[in-house]
């Protein structure tokens, strides 16, 4: 059986990334995006990387950055990961490729089985493709689940993932429906939007190790 990968995103608080870590999540994610309720200042984002142990993975996400934050935000946070949650396009991201030494993901907005197919235009310029639901009141973190069966019967090109709507209540299920290696959920682990809840990261987290 292989061992489902398993990204924590959103965690906007120490309590939030001591409660991914202590659960062995394998990513941890961290939104600078300003619209967001997770969003993390690159000050704040900087002092919460420093927590994290290099055993754990830190996921830097951003959308729509320009160039220059790009780098910025890059060289501030050194993370392991960098994720891609908007409009990015493939050449940008295959330029950006070049100068970089951190892995990219982008994350694919869902809507059918065409969506799967356009996404391989990103072959070549990222390392992995993260399967989200299309983009709601903000471009990810809304919550709401894609249809599993569609990867299940998708033939991949890239190293992929499944995020969108996923918690541990469904996670087993979602993993089984659609073959993926790697989970990533972020609203489905709050009380509140913006407000992680370690328990729910608890369970999550070994909902998708027992899957
Ligand atoms: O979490 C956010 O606020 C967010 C904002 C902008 C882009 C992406 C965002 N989150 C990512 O969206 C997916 C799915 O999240 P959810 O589990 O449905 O809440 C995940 O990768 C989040 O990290």
Redesign the pocket.
Known sequence: MTRTLVKV??CNTPEAVDAAVDAGADYI?L?H?EP???HVTLDDAKRLRARIPPETKVVL?L?NQQPVPTAMAVDAIRPDVVQF?GGETAEWLGLLKQNVTQALWK?IGVRSADSLDSALRFKGAVDRL?Y?AAPGV???????AIDWTLLRDFRHQLPWGL????TPENVAEAIRVSGTELV?????LESSPGVKDPGRIRAFVEAARNA
Do not use: E, I, K, Q
């Not at 903000?138 to 709401?144: A, E, I, K």
């Not at 990533?184 to 489905?188: F, N, R, T, V």
């Open positions: 995103c959103g994610g939104v995006f967001s309720p997770r996400l959308v949650h994350a993260l989200d903000l471009p990810g973190g809304n919550g709401v995020a969108g709507g996923l990533d959920a972020s609203s489905g």
